[in-house]
């Protein structure tokens, strides 16, 4: 039997962490939340607070709880905090059992142009990218098939606001203004890439539980709408004609690691074909989706049960508070946000959870 006093350290307190902060709390671990003090999870009645005020602290911190609690198991349930770890304390991942786990997976993981190489490998097509650094030095600006998206090949942010998350760039002109606003860190850090088309409909997500580059636990999804670009407000399961696809090629993709967690591989349907957009290697945000589908994860992935039950039926997400907001830019969906909220035994809600209210009346207030 396990101790109900067993800690375990939740890094980053983003709607991800909230999801973990309370499943852990339930099944009485001792859970410790680190994140910055407005981040919605720490608004929760569950966890033990510790609000940080910059990286350095940060690390201050992590030490700190290093010493008291030698190997404690972390969840990073943040991508900009698992960069910071990743590129500023490495050493993060030899003083806790860390999920996600396998570093060297991570790091292939977190890294589009490394992600697309292991796509490269397995025949899955992705948008054809450069790095802006090599946009730049090649003087390929004028090669480009326009328009292009720009992204972030990885995160290098964490309390500092980057310029921007996407940018669309309609031809050459406009490239050769962004060059001249980015630093030489920004331009070795974002992709050009063709884009594949504004229609949020057609993307599609994978989310999983991987040991070792296995999966155990999956669903497939399509982000029905989206509050903005990568921020969806209502998620559906797919069972559709291109589900296997999905599934086929996300796992051989990452049978290529030795990968540990969750995470979520982003897709985009053009003329009938599917695009590797990319991977997510940490904690999704309509993770919760997950815990609809199989009601036994948290124990499943904890070691407590060996195996997970799946929900049979189709099962739905919704963050109602997005979606209200796309719902007044958009009246002719409220029938469809309606027909999802009173479907109560396939949908589950983001933040909102009736014995643990606050963190959904603050994202209210923001």
């Given at each position: ?250 796992q051989a993709i990452l049978a290529q690691t030795q990968f ?39 124990p499943y992935v904890m070691g407590r049960k060996e195996v ?49 209210p606050l963190p959904f009346f603050y994202q209210m207030k923001?």
């Open positions: 039997m396990r101790s109900s006093k067993e800690k375990i350290l939740v890094v980053g307190a983003g709607p991800q962490a909230l999801f973990l902060v309370r499943e852990l709390s339930r099944l009485q671990y001792h859970v410790i939340l680190i994140g910055r003090k407005n981040e919605i999870a720490m608004h929760s009645k569950y966890a033990e607070k510790k609000a940080i005020r910059s990286e350095e602290h940060l690390v201050l911190e992590l030490n700190s709880l290093a010493n008291t609690y030698p190997k404690l198991k972390a969840h990073v349930a943040s991508g900009f905090y698992l960069a910071f770890l990743m590129n500023h304390f490495p050493r993060f991942f030899q003083l806790y059992q860390v999920m996600p786990g396998h570093k060297a997976s991570i790091e292939q993981l977190m890294c589009k142009a490394k992600t697309y190489q292991l796509a490269k490998n397995t025949d899955v097509l992705y948008p054809k990218s450069s790095l802006l650094a090599d946009v730049e030095k090649l003087k390929m600006v004028n090669q480009l098939s326009y328009p292009q998206i720009v992204k972030w090949d990885r995160d290098i942010f964490l309390y500092e606001k980057p310029k921007f998350k996407t940018r669309l760039v309609g031809n050459t002109a406009e490239m050769i203004d962004l060059l001249k606003a980015l630093n030489d860190e920004e331009k070795n850090s974002l992709l050009s890439q063709d884009f594949l088309g504004a229609d949020l409909r057609n993307n599609f997500s994978y989310g999983a539980y991987v040991v070792d580059g296995k999966v155990c636990l999956d669903i497939s999804v399509n982000e029905v709408r989206h509050f903005r670009s990568g921020v969806s407000s209502v998620v559906e399961e797919y069972t559709g004609k291109y589900t296997k696809e999905i599934q086929e090629q996300s540990t967690g969750f995470l979520d591989v982003e897709f985009k349907i053009k003329d009938g074909k599917l695009y590797l957009l990319e991977v997510n290697p940490r904690p999704f945000g309509f993770i919760k989706i997950m815990k609809k589908k199989y009601p036994e994860l948290i997970a039950y799946r929900n049979p039926k189709p099962v739905k997400w919704i963050n109602v508070l997005r979606d209200l907001v796309l719902i007044m830019r958009k009246p002719s969906e409220v029938f469809h946000m309606l027909k999802v909220l009173f479907d109560f035994n396939k949908r589950t809600f983001d933040v909102w959870d009736i014995s643990d923001r």
